[in-house]
């Protein structure tokens, strides 16, 4: 992974993420394809839109096709057919949305499948495995997102953890990194887990989970510190792999823990870091208050990744305090439901008031959906339940938002983003 930084305007950053597969211009936004597919959409419609780069889930995909079914394809993105570069996330933010299904110790998660019920388990071994086995462009470190709310001391001893279990990522990723001979000191066994894994997703080893993973190491103690050793010289040896592994910001509302996580992560050292553990129910203004500390302390040199979060209005305050890259299922999920991203707010689709009405969803955007169908017709999509109504609406909505980006990126590379901000809002009627 190569990052490169153009301009900047203020905190506001304009740059590039480069890999193999293709180049990303940030600030970005990612679309979200959970479990291979971003609802409603092609790989040829995402691309039309203008995305660069999608996002895969890491505990949807081990649940269901499984392994196996992905290490016959060769990974994720011929799985899905996307010849562009993919981030998936660690599966750690979804096992924190299982609440009482699941149990969390130093060793990693064990947690009732949502698919079946049956008892599965992943550490941040097994999520490098899988992430290695999917072939991301980006993987990341498996951590435990923070609840909101949560005491100081409940918020210390979860980023405490999410630190020791990046380390305990960091080594298996690197450990699994392809090399000339194939993949890196667990070579012998990789296949191997692949089976191993599918055997857990199914609940064979259900009854007995403890006796599979062995205890948790000296090094992974309550001394925090002694977790933190400096990274193998072969780490950096791993030239053929073009893979990134991006570290998790955790803390809480509390800005010294984020202090504290940030440090800590630098100490292991990632290719990018993201701020977790945001949206999850907290006031906006809190959020804000984190995000203008935290954005402040991070590194110039690595893309800094805002996770989860994605009203338009966040993207805009997300880039106006140094974020270069987002994801969120918002503009997807939104669409289904008949809300639609406009350059003048939201348009609720099934209201009455569209029955007659022959407009355009927004007469400024050059989407194939406004191109093409009036507001009165995408309304009777919605009313009938046909699914080229969802089609239309996500194509519309990821159009928005990848256009939204795009003039972000010039504004910023002008040296008029204030401008833009100010437009954008004064399009959305929304005071600052």
């Known amino acids: 992974m190569k990052f490169d930084l153009f301009n900047t305007d203020g905190p506001a950053r304009r740059g590039a993420i480069s890999f193999p597969r293709g180049t990303i211009q940030t600030p970005a936004f990612m679309p979200v394809g959970t479990v291979a597919t971003v609802k409603s959409m092609t ?12 996002l895969g889930n890491t505990f949807h995909l081990f649940l269901r096709p499984g392994m196996e079914v992905i290490k016959v394809h060769d990974g994720l993105h011929n799985f899905m057919h996307w010849n562009k570069p993919i981030l998936t996330d660690s599966g750690g933010f979804q096992v924190f949305s299982l609440g009482a299904l699941r149990k969390i110790t130093e060793q990693g998660v064990t947690f009732a499948s949502p698919v079946d019920g049956r008892k599965v388990f992943m ?18 470190i498996f951590d435990e997102c923070t609840p909101f709310p949560a005491t100081y001391e409940e918020a210390k001893i979860s980023m405490e953890l ?10 298996e990723f690197f450990a699994l990194a392809p090399q000339s001979d194939g993949f890196g000191s667990n070579a012998d066994s990789f296949d191997n887990k692949v089976e191993d894994f599918d055997r857990k997703a199914d609940g064979s080893n259900s009854n007995n989970v403890g006796d599979s993973y062995s205890k948790v190491e000296d090094s992974y103690s309550n001394n925090v510190e002694d977790s933190y050793s400096k990274v193998e010289d072969s780490y950096s040896n791993n030239v053929e792999d073009s893979a990134a592994l991006f570290g998790i910001i ?17 100490d292991i050292g990632f290719d990018g870091y993201a701020i977790g553990g945001l949206s999850v129910g907290e006031p906006k203004e809190e959020m804000i208050k984190i995000l203008d500390h935290t954005t402040a302390q991070m590194p110039q040199d690595k893309p800094r990744y805002l996770m989860g979060v994605g009203r338009p209005e966040d993207l805009v305050e997300g880039v106006r305090r140094g974020i270069d890259m987002f994801d969120c299922v918002m503009p997807t999920r939104n669409a289904r439901n008949g809300h639609l991203f406009t350059h003048q707010g939201v348009v609720k689709i099934r209201n009455q008031k569209h029955q007659f009405d022959t407009r355009p969803l927004d007469e400024t955007c050059q989407c194939y959906t406004c191109q093409n169908y009036s507001r009165s017709y995408l309304r009777h999509l919605d009313k009938t339940n046909e699914m080229l109504g969802s089609h239309l609406n996500t194509l519309h909505n990821l159009y928005y938002y990848q256009e939204l980006m795009q003039g972000m990126r010039n504004a910023i590379a002008n040296k008029r983003f204030n401008d833009f901000v100010a437009a954008f809002y004064e399009k959305r009627r929304v005071k600052e």
Request: cysteine-free; proline content about 5%.
């Open 43 to 54: 790989p040829e419609d995402v691309e039309s839109v203008g995305a660069e780069i999608i």
């Open 250 to 266: 955790q803390g809480g509302m509390y800005p010294d823990l984020r202090d504290e996580s940030l440090k800590k992560l630098e």
């Open 162 to 171: 999410s630190l020791r279990w990046a380390k305990r990522s960091k080594d």
């Open 123 to 140: 550490g941040p071994e097994e999520s490098m495995q899988v992430q290695r086995i999917l072939g991301s462009d980006i993987a990341m």
